[in-house]
């Protein structure tokens, strides 16, 4: 009985061990509010970005030729590093399955198949330039608090502007058609313009003053056409930037907190709210640190020079 006794300690301590080691590479790889795993994600974007520059350089003839076995040797360094993070990833995730099978998990997985098909299948070199889908993998690491803020007011300008962009959309879609009718009734299939949808692509690429040059009108009316299409290009390419850029500042004066509740686990709060203003829960562990509005502490500070009664 002792040693079953002292057995199942043994055993009791090796499985709290384990259970240690995972949360603690859980902590570290799939966190981003602690130091150990805000490093790892930056030696993560530093790790991929070398990886996506020696696959873009490779592609390159006299480089690859040049230096065939350095760039071996950083693929396959690379690759091993990846598999590595990905046998972790699998082994400290709470929920298996759902990593294997989410976005970022078949990400992972396909960053690192090529090289190992490129052993075993005659020709699946060619595949390896889907290695380039590492760079999805740093829209996981952009999950980082400093970063997701500054793309969370981007998307919510983004989708305020939607409705305005879509109407610019159209008004340049009915002036490219109504310049590209235009246009091919004076100029005519014998200097280019051979159909509506031909004059229309010309259209386009004049007004977004692209001007490749393959289509060019030769009758005097067809260079005042020209003209105006050119003038109409200046006069409204730059409403798109100026809707986002109107809706971006608007979003950056309301910007709201990415840190959820305790309680509701809801974010978009201000960033100097008190409770939740979606239950009604005090949030004042959002930040380390409990937020004080002006009003209390104006408050606080009139109450305190009353006099005792």
């Known amino acids: 009985m002792p040693i079953m006794g002292q057995f199942t300690r043994n055993e009791i301590i090796r499985v709290m061990t384990k259970q240690q080691l995972r949360s603690e590479l859980f902590r570290i790889i799939f966190g981003t509010d602690t130091p150990a795993g805000k490093r790892f994600d930056l030696i993560l974007i530093y790790a991929i970005l070398i990886s996506i520059f020696a696959v873009i350089l490779d592609t390159v003839d006299t480089l690859s030729a040049r230096f065939t076995v350095g760039f071996l040797f950083i693929e396959w360094l690379f690759t091993g590093l990846f598999t590595l993070e990905y046998i972790l990833r699998i082994y400290c995730s709470p929920n298996r399955r759902k990593y294997l099978f989410s976005f970022y998990g078949i990400v992972d997985l396909i960053s690192i198949v ?107 009316l067809g260079q005042v056409v020209s003209t105006l299409a050119m003038l109409t290009g200046y006069s409204i390419i730059a409403i798109p930037t100026g809707i986002i850029t109107a809706e971006l500042a608007n979003e950056m004066k309301r910007d709201k907190s990415i840190y959820p509740c305790s309680n509701c686990v809801k974010a978009g709060h201000d960033l100097d709210a008190v409770f939740c203003k979606w239950c009604g829960a005090s949030l004042g562990n959002m930040h380390g640190q409990t937020p004080v509005l002006k009003e209390e502490s104006q408050v606080g500070a009139s109450s305190s020079k009353k006099p005792e009664q």
């Open 114 to 220: 090529p090289s190992y098909l490129g052993l075993i299948v005659v020709g699946a070199q060619y595949l390896l330039i889907v290695r380039l889908v590492r760079v999805l993998r740093i829209f996981r690491v952009l999950k980082l608090v400093r970063y997701l803020s500054e793309a969370d007011v981007l998307i919510r300008a983004l989708y305020q502007s939607r409705r305005k962009i879509s109407v610019f959309f159209l008004v340049v879609v009915v002036l490219s058609t109504l310049f590209g009718c235009l246009m091919y009734v004076v100029e005519g299939p014998n200097n280019g313009f051979s159909s509506i949808p031909k004059s229309i692509y010309w259209t386009i690429v004049t007004i977004t003053t692209v001007g490749y040059g393959d289509i060019t009108p030769h009758t005097v």
